[in-house]
């Protein structure tokens, strides 16, 4: 049992270069989430997901687009990446809304 | 928007103390959650807490929901150094339901936490 897994690691943009970045989860979860991590910020939800197929825009997703085609996997796009963008990006799952177990993270740097 | 404030935003403290910290909201919350995060990893969560007044233990970890449902707090009770990390509150929302907002978390800003062996 993995948990939450979140690949990749690390990873280094240029200004425009796109990526996807991919959460699984093999809880069983239904809801799923993506955050980003700055610096005196906390957490902040990007998006999430309430069950297979369904999305919702969390406090900040300017940028960012997601899916949700598998319950199991809940993927996060950067179609332009820009440096605003650097952070560290959390997925989290969860069985209700309230628990939420959190993926170890994928630090983004955009140059 | 909702917001929480955690205090204090940092800890120093000397190993074999005992640390308290809380959290405050601007609305009242039917949820309390406290999470660890230690450095270059993921938050993991500590207790929840689901009633009004709900007193929960986790080892040396105990955390209260609030009376008034707009605050919390955390105890830890003889600190090691690996209690080093920051320690976030969160909350889902209004007591009432609000449609989509229940399936959030609100986060603080989280309380450093330093140990000195």
């Known amino acids: 049992n993995a948990g939450v897994t979140q690949t990749p690691k690390f990873r280094v943009l240029k200004t425009g270069q796109s990526m996807t970045l991919l959460c699984a989860q093999d809880?069983?979860?239904?809801?799923m989430y993506w955050y980003r991590q700055d610096p005196g910020m906390g957490l902040r939800l990007i998006h999430y997901s309430v069950g297979e197929g369904t999305t919702a825009k969390g406090e900040v997703p300017d940028g960012y687009n997601v899916s949700r085609l598998k319950k199991q996997n809940f993927l996060l796009g950067l179609e332009s990446a820009a440096p605003s963008q650097t952070s560290v990006y959390f997925c989290?799952?969860?069985?209700?809304?309230?628990?939420?177990?959190f993926g170890p993270g994928t630090r983004l740097t955009v140059t | 928007g909702q917001q929480l404030n955690q205090s204090p935003q940092s800890m120093f403290i000397q190993e074999g103390e005992d640390v308290s910290m809380n959290c405050t909201s601007s609305?009242?919350?039917?949820?309390w959650l406290w999470y660890k995060q230690d450095p270059g990893e993921g938050p993991v969560l500590l207790i929840a807490?689901?009633?009004?007044?709900e007193l929960t233990s986790n080892g040396r970890l105990t955390a209260q929901f609030g009376i008034t449902r707009k605050d919390s707090f955390l105890n830890i009770s003889a600190s090691i150094p690996s209690d080093v990390g920051i320690y976030f509150c969160a909350g889902p929302g209004p007591s009432r339901g609000s449609g989509g907002s229940n399936y959030k978390l609100t986060f603080g800003k989280g309380t450093l936490l330093t140990v000195n062996p």
């Open positions: 809880m069983n979860h239904e809801y």
């Open positions: 989290a799952s969860s069985y209700s809304w309230a628990e939420q177990y």
């Open positions: 807490l689901y009633k009004a007044g």
């Open positions: 609305s009242i919350f039917n949820t």
